[in-house]
């Protein structure tokens, strides 16, 4: 592992295809759903990452139970965003009972620390998601099946989901989108000249403004 600066985690090195997870995810179902897809190493003294998908871009999964213990949770959220070593992604659980917590927890990461949120209902859920991350990142542009065809493939009922879940989009437009920009990556990077084309300026703006940070 290499050296963290002061006052913040920093990069971990990561092979190819795998991921570095916290110790505590040891046992869990998420770890079992992933096992056997992509390669897990459980490693202590992440905190406060989870799970390193890459040497510099990592996850923080917020469980339902710190949904509903309150807002210790961001302080994790608060030491990634301020490490310029690493790109941070926010992992929620939304279900029935963390629901009433989720607007406040999108209001905090994606507004006012400019993070990209990802809502899951399960850690099976959870599991699919970091699995598509990491197989998105160890595929050559070239032989990435999402770059070459133009019709969206949606293997993973989550994906949908996820694109449904931002501000102006719904189930109309996110299958559009889909199409347009196939995995979550794509459309985060996207431009707002870019995004117009396909669900028009209003929302593009919306879309635009959720995955970047709110100047």
Same mark, same amino acid.
């Given at each position: 592992m290499e050296g963290k600066p002061p006052g913040g985690p920093g990069p971990v090195h990561v092979p190819l295809g795998h991921?570095?997870?916290?110790e505590k995810w040891r046992g869990s179902q998420l770890a079992q759903e992933v096992q056997g897809k992509i390669k897990l190493v459980f490693e202590d003294g992440l905190?406060?990452?989870?799970?390193?998908l890459?040497?510099?871009?990592?996850?923080?999964?917020?469980t339902e139970a710190d949904l509903v213990a309150g807002n210790?949770?961001?302080?994790?959220?608060?030491?990634?965003?301020?490490?310029?070593?690493?790109?941070?992604?926010?992992?929620?659980?939304?279900?029935?009972?963390?629901?009433?917590?989720?607007?406040?927890?999108?209001?905090?990461t994606v507004l006012d620390l400019g993070? +990209?949120?990802?809502? =899951? %209902?399960? &850690?099976?859920?959870?599991?699919?998601?970091?699995?598509?991350?990491?197989q998105e990142q160890t595929k050559e542009p070239s032989k990435n099946p999402f770059l070459r065809k133009k019709r969206t493939q949606f293997s993973e009922p989550y994906l949908l989901r996820t694109?449904?879940?931002?501000?102006?989009?719904?189930?109309?437009?996110?299958?559009?989108?889909l199409?347009?920009?196939p995995t979550l990556q794509q459309l985060s990077n996207a431009?707002?000249?870019?995004?117009?084309?396909? +669900?028009?300026?209003? =929302? %593009?703006? &919306?879309?635009h403004a959720f995955f970047t940070q709110a100047r």
């Open positions: 991921v570095v997870a916290s905190a406060p990452v989870d799970f390193y890459s040497n510099r871009s990592c996850i923080l999964y917020i210790g949770y961001r302080k994790r959220l608060v030491r990634v965003r301020n490490s310029n070593n690493l790109q941070g992604i926010v992992v929620v659980e939304k279900t029935q009972m963390s629901e009433q917590y989720f607007s406040a927890i999108q209001k905090f993070m +990209v949120l990802l809502p =899951v %209902a399960s &850690q099976v859920e959870a599991s699919c998601l970091i699995v598509q991350l990491v694109v449904q879940q931002i501000p102006g989009v719904g189930k109309v437009k996110a299958p559009l989108l199409q347009k920009f431009s707002i000249p870019e995004l117009e084309p396909v +669900v028009g300026p209003a =929302v %593009a703006q &919306q879309i």
